[in-house]
């Protein structure tokens, strides 16, 4: 079956630019969703689509894809995005919905 | 404001059932596809299963089809999930989640809205 892969963590300096990254086959195919869970909360969507960010998440988190490989880049982090950070997609049978593992982020 | 409230959880034993419910409000929901998706403790997001805007269409991740079922009703703004036949892997937090789609088989599958969760516990 179809899956999605992340690091299971990566941290980041105050003020500095980190990249998480999500891969799978059924990326070539279709964009991810990146997910933001603080602890005790429920998951928040942050990015989605080719180029789509709800209204209120701040534009230092962006995402892109390239082949099999969808990432979410925080650009000057801030402490409040420390959390774990998820991707979702369809699989590849189109009526499936895989998530990765999960990446937990340290602000320094 | 978009709101739900998911609810219906509890303790239960290994082979008996459970409802779970989440009643939405604060947008048009047969607008958008709904889903359950779980956490167990300690562990990462899984998706567990997701019923289009009509009911017309719906899907199971393997671990749950054929002992959960989904189902809405439009007229009281309101997602289920029926499971059955527990077991004690089962045990987790359940989300109900919103897609930002209304068709369940031919959207990117992205959730914007989430409920609190409602702790379902499967133990003898």
């Known amino acids: 079956s179809s899956e999605l892969t992340q690091d299971p963590a990566v941290s980041v300096a105050l003020g500095q630019t980190v990249r998480i990254t999500c891969q799978g086959d059924s990326l070539r195919s279709h964009y991810a969703g990146w997910y933001q869970q603080k602890p005790g909360q429920a998951p928040i969507l942050v990015f989605y689509g080719e180029n789509s960010r709800p209204s209120g998440i701040p534009d230092r988190l962006s995402g892109s894809s390239s082949g099999n490989t969808a990432s979410l880049t925080i650009t000057g982090a801030q402490a409040e995005d420390e959390a774990d950070y998820y991707c979702n997609s369809r699989d590849n049978t189109g009526d499936h919905v895989i998530f990765g593992g999960g990446t937990k982020v340290t602000v320094l | 404001e978009v709101q739900l409230v998911d609810s219906g959880g509890g303790l239960v034993q290994p082979g008996r059932s459970l409802r779970l419910s989440c009643v939405a409000s604060?947008?048009?929901?047969?607008?958008?596809?709904m889903h359950w998706v779980r956490q167990a403790p300690g562990k990462g997001l899984e998706w567990v299963s997701g019923?289009?805007?009509?009911?017309?269409?719906?899907g199971y991740a393997d671990s749950v089809k054929g002992r959960f079922t989904i189902s809405r009703d439009n007229t009281k703004n309101s997602l289920s999930l029926q499971m059955n036949s527990l077991r004690l892997e089962d045990t987790a937090l359940y989300y109900c989640?919103?897609?930002?789609?209304?068709?369940?088989?031919?959207?990117?599958?992205?959730?914007?809205?989430w409920g609190q969760g409602t702790l379902v516990t499967v133990s003898s």
């Open positions: 604060g947008f048009t929901f047969d607008d958008h596809a």
């Open positions: 989640a919103r897609d930002t789609s209304p068709y369940f088989d031919s959207s990117g599958y992205y959730f914007d809205s």
């Open positions: 019923i289009s805007w009509n009911s017309g269409r719906v």
